[in-house]
C-alpha cells in the first residue's frame, strides 16, 4: 500500500492564480481531511469529508474548495491564492470510528507570492 | 468554545531526564484524546491514544478528566524522541483539534 500520497511536494503561485493540490489514499478509509500547518498555530483543518459525494467545513475554509467524487481521491483546490495561503498543507485519511487514527501524507509546501 | 492548548511552545530535556508534554483541553462533555508526533523528515504520525492506555516507545498519557488533561510522560529521555508532539482531541463531532505543538529537545 502507497498509503496517502499528495502531489506536489511543492509549489510556487502567483497571487491570483489557482491550483489544485491532489491527495490520495489506497486503504479505503472513508474519512479524508485537508490540514495547513503553519508556526505557532499548529495544524488547523480546513476541510474533511466523511464518504464519497460529502463534505464539510473545517476551522479555516475561506479560499478553499473540495470535492469527493471517489472513496480514493480528495483534491484541494485554491481559488485565487494569497500570501496568507503560504503553507504547508497535510492530507490525513483514516477510518470512520472512534479511534479516528488519522494517517498523514507528507504533505506539500505552498509558497505564494 | 472547544479549545486544545499545548502550553510549551519549545521543552529542551537531557538525556535520561523525564519528560512531560502538557496538553489541556476545554470540554464538558467525553473527548477522544490522541498524541501525533512529527520525526525530522518524516511523516506525521499517531503516538498513542487514551483509549487504549498503552504506552508506545515509553511514552504514557493519562487523562484526567478533573484537570481536563492528558500530559504526555516519559520517565528517562532518549535522543530519538527529539521531535514535533501534537495533542490532538475529538469533541465527538467528526473533527480532529490539534494543539499548537510542542518541540522536543533531546539534549545528549
Known amino acids: 500500500n502507497a498509503g496517502v500520497t499528495q502531489t506536489p511536494k511543492f509549489q510556487v503561485l502567483k497571487t491570483g492564480q489557482s491550483m489544485t493540490l491532489q491527495c490520495a489514499q489506497d486503504m479505503n478509509h472513508e474519512y479524508m481531511s485537508w490540514y495547513r500547518q503553519d508556526p505557532g498555530m499548529g495544524l488547523r483543518l480546513i476541510h474533511y469529508?466523511?464518504?464519497?459525494?460529502?463534505?464539510d467545513q473545517g476551522e479555516v475554509p475561506n479560499g478553499y474548495n473540495v470535492s469527493r467524487s471517489t472513496t480514493e481521491d480528495f483534491p484541494l483546490r485554491l481559488l485565487s491564492a494569497a500570501p496568507s495561503q503560504t503553507s504547508v498543507y497535510f492530507c490525513a485519511s483514516s477510518y470512520r470510528d472512534t479511534s479516528y487514527e488519522q494517517y498523514f501524507g507528507p504533505g506539500t509546501r505552498l509558497t505564494v507570492t | 468554545a472547544q479549545r486544545v492548548t499545548q502550553p510549551e511552545k519549545l521543552l529542551s530535556v537531557f538525556k535520561g531526564a523525564p519528560v512531560e508534554l502538557k496538553c489541556n483541553y476545554s470540554y464538558s462533555g467525553s473527548p477522544e484524546l490522541f498524541w501525533y508526533v512529527q520525526y525530522s523528515r518524516q511523516r506525521l504520525q499517531l503516538l498513542l491514544r487514551h483509549i487504549s492506555r498503552e504506552s508506545i516507545k515509553g511514552f504514557t498519557a493519562d487523562l484526567n478528566k478533573g484537570e481536563t488533561s492528558f500530559h504526555l510522560k516519559k520517565p528517562f529521555a532518549q535522543e530519538e524522541d527529539s521531535a514535533m508532539y501534537y495533542c490532538?482531541?475529538?469533541?465527538?463531532?467528526?473533527?480532529?483539534?490539534f494543539g499548537t505543538g510542542t518541540r522536543l529537545t533531546i539534549i545528549p
Open positions: 469529508s466523511v464518504g464519497a459525494g460529502i463534505t
Open positions: 490532538a482531541v475529538s469533541f465527538g463531532n467528526e473533527k480532529l483539534t
